[in-house]
Every structure is written in structure tokens, then in C-alpha cells.
């Protein structure tokens, strides 16, 4: 079994796939498993099963393989492997999904979050391995990558911003693509100059107005006042827009809440300090993943954006 970066998956496999394609991804960086299972969904005729489905097992058996008649095969992708310890309890159940990687020839595994060592130590994830030929490791961009990524960005919208400037967005956002990608352009979409000062302002406007009170209600945990909120954004922004600012907002929240220095302004952290007093740290992670499985699910098409985005408040019930 290999292991390589996902990054490094996308440059050398752009054009044509490994031969040997029994894969496994995960890691924390989401934007780049979406692209792995783009990159999949682009080139072979794929089927996606979700581990969370309620016939989880049964469909991933109906998927169709070559025979001597139709040579037509569909290339299994089995999203949410995260959640195969919680899901398959039985002894019968393990077993039946090892048998299916056996009989495979090819398949893609994907975790949406890093699994952790004591996971993959499993007996589960042992067998799971053994099975799998690469492991693909969604890993973060480092600063030095995301400052040469966003320097070409907007040098090719023609987009006039010092380095000191494209590090302080680093520093604002975090790390995340998919957030970068969001905040980037709608930078690039301001007509005057980009200063340090003007980039606090355009970042930290949206979230300190509607969208701040929807993180509100996710923090304090309040469901009606939430459905309420996100019905009227919804008039006026794209879901994956508004769940991008919720994923800055609450990674953002946990800085302030481990006592992190962050560059926000000083009323930005004094109305977080107050929004999570007596809220545990735990607690924000486990919202933090939530508003990531939802941005997964529309993405992967699992579920509707206003589904997904709904679902945020009622999910740690189920």
C-alpha cells in the first residue's frame, strides 16, 4: 500500500488514472477530496453510496460489473467510511462489506474528516487497508502554498494587493480552500484598491450582520430562531456561499475560545467570548464538523442545499 498527497494525486493523475485504483481518502482538507471524487466522477462511469443510507449494504452490492454481455462497469464510490465503525455493529455486516472490497477490482473509499490512528488501528480499518492499494491523503496547503496559489489568483484577475495584504486574508479565513476560495472572490469583485484595511472591513461586514446571527443560533443551539434567520438569508444568498461564512465564522470562534491571538477587530472578539461563555470546546468542534458534513452532502448531492443547511441545527439529535 502507497501513500500521496492529494494534491499531488490531481497533477500526476489529471489526465489518466492509475492502473491500480483500489483508493482510500481522507484527511481535513474537504475541497481537495472533492476534487479527488470530481476527478473520478469526470473520467469513469461511477456509482456513490453513502454510508449513512439505511440500505447502505444492499446498494453497494447492486452496483453493476462487466460481464460477458455488456462489458459496462460502474466504478463504486463509497462516501462516509468515517461512519462504517457506528454502522456496521454485526459481525455478518462487517464481514459482507469486506467481501465486497475483495471482490472489487476497484473502488474509492472517502472519509469526510482525518481518521484518526486509533481508528485506522482497528481491526475494521486493518482489514479495510489490507484491501486498499493507495491511501490519499487530503492534507491542508501549507502558508507558503496558499500565498503563492492566491498571489496567482488575483494577478490573473489583474487584481493589485501587496503580500503583506494576501497574508493577512490567510491569517483572517484560516487554511481552508473552500473558504478562501468564497472570501477570494468576492474580493476580486471589489472595484477599489485592496489595502489591508479595506479587506478587514469587506470580510468581517457580512458576518458581523445576518449571517452572524445564524451562527448565534447554532452556537446557543436555538431551532426555531435559526429556521427563521436562514429562511430570509436564503431569499438573498447561495447556500454554499453562506455555509463558507459559517465554517469561517465557527473556525474563527474556536480560535477565540482557546485564547488563540486572531486578527479580528476587537468587537468581532468580544461578541464570540460572550456567544460561547459556558460552552465547551467539544461542543463547537462537533458544530464545526456538522456545518462541514453539510457543505459534503450538497456537494456530493446527497441532499438539497436547503435540506442540508436546515438539517445543521437538528443534527446532533440524531
Known sequence: MS??????FIKKYKKNLPDKRKFLIHGEEYYL??????????????????VDDENFLNRLFS??????????????????????????????????????????????????????????KTELFKKILSTVDTVI????????????????????????????????????????????KVETDKLICYPGTL?????????FAAKSGNVFSLIKEIVRNRKREYIENLNLILQESEPLSLIALLQTQMRQIIEVKLGKPVKLPSFVVKEYNLLTRGIPLKTL?????????AEFSIKTGAKKPEEALKDIIFQEER
Open 63 to 120: 452496483t453493476e460489473s462487466a460481464n460477458l454481455f455488456s462489458k459496462k462497469y460502474t466504478f463504486p464510490i463509497v462516501i462516509g467510511i468515517e461512519h462504517l465503525g457506528r454502522k456496521l455493529r454485526k459481525k455478518q455486516d462487517k464481514e459482507k462489506f469486506l467481501s465486497f472490497l475483495k471482490t472489487k477490482e476497484e473502488y474509492l473509499l472517502v472519509s469526510k474528516s482525518k481518521l484518526e490512528p486509533k481508528t485506522l
Open 33 to 50: 477530496t472533492e476534487q479527488i471524487v470530481k476527478l473520478f466522477t469526470d473520467k469513469l462511469d461511477t456509482e456513490k453510496i453513502y
Open 195 to 203: 489595502t489591508k484595511e479595506t479587506v478587514s472591513e469587506l470580510l
Open 285 to 293: 468542534y462537533k458544530k464545526l464538523s456538522t456545518i462541514h458534513e
Open 137 to 180: 491523503n487530503a492534507t491542508p496547503f501549507d502558508k507558503k502554498s496558499l500565498f503563492s496559489i492566491l498571489k496567482k489568483k488575483f494577478k490573473t484577475a489583474g487584481k493589485e494587493i501587496d503580500d503583506e495584504t494576501i497574508l493577512f486574508i490567510i491569517d483572517s479565513v484560516g487554511r481552508n480552500l473552500q473558504n478562501l
Open 3 to 8: 501513500e500521496i498527497k492529494a494534491a499531488e
